[in-house]
């Protein structure tokens, strides 16, 4: 009877050696984020970006969404969002100061399905942490502004100007939010990229795009700031201009 027990202890041992240990979530939160504004950064070994005019993937009315995204100073990327004192840009902090006058373009891409505006506007908002600015525009474009979500899908969107180039969009998947520092993993962005919208699913706006820590071997993940702890920072937004929805 003992050496049976003692089998059987063995080949339990064994077979718990051999099983794969449940995955377990990476404590995101634990350690401070590592800010890489000036590199490229590109999750995993492909590039995948889609022209938006070609995007058929399951965000909601992305064709009405994009009509929002905007090309700043050629070389930042921003979105119209709904706000109670009236539409304004919201953009990565760092990519304008406060009081410029900056120089938006609204149908900047391939095949567009729109008139190519080009306005100016003022940087009336701009901070480091969170990151962010707000640009009151000159001219309004014809495009439904972005409302404000505290609720972030399990899958995101960001339509953005990599390199200021023509509007694409990549997906990837939410990772976390460390106090309204939001983290995505496998969505590609590039240097110019920043101040872009991370969409939900249901097409609304829970945070901004500013900086990369991908790699091509598929390490890393890239981030930015929630809706939410930009609204907290506003003195032009208010928190009615957010909703969990």
Known sequence: MYPMRL???????????????PAAR??????????QRTRPTQCGATLDFTPIN?????VASMQDREDAVVLINGNCTGTLIAAAAG???????????LGERALLAFNVEADPDGDLLVTNGSVIEQASEPDYALIQLEDLPAAAPTRLTTRPSDRLAIVQHPRGGPKVVAEGDFVADC????SYGDLDTLVGSSGAGVLTLDGYLYGVHTDGDC??????????????????????????????R
């Open 179 to 182: 106090s309204g520092e939001i």
């Open 26 to 35: 990476p404590t995101v939160c634990a350690a401070p984020r590592i800010v």
């Open 87 to 97: 539409p304004v840009v919201v953009t990565a902090g760092h990519c304008v100061v």
């Open 54 to 58: 070609q995007y058929h993937g399951d």
């Open 7 to 21: 089998f059987a202890a063995a080949f339990a041992l064994a077979v718990l050696a051999c099983s794969d240990p």
């Open 215 to 244: 790699d091509s071997r598929g390490g890393g993940d890239n981030s930015g700031w929630s809706a939410a702890a930009i609204v907290e920072a506003s003195a032009y937004l208010t928190p009615g201009d957010i909703a969990d």
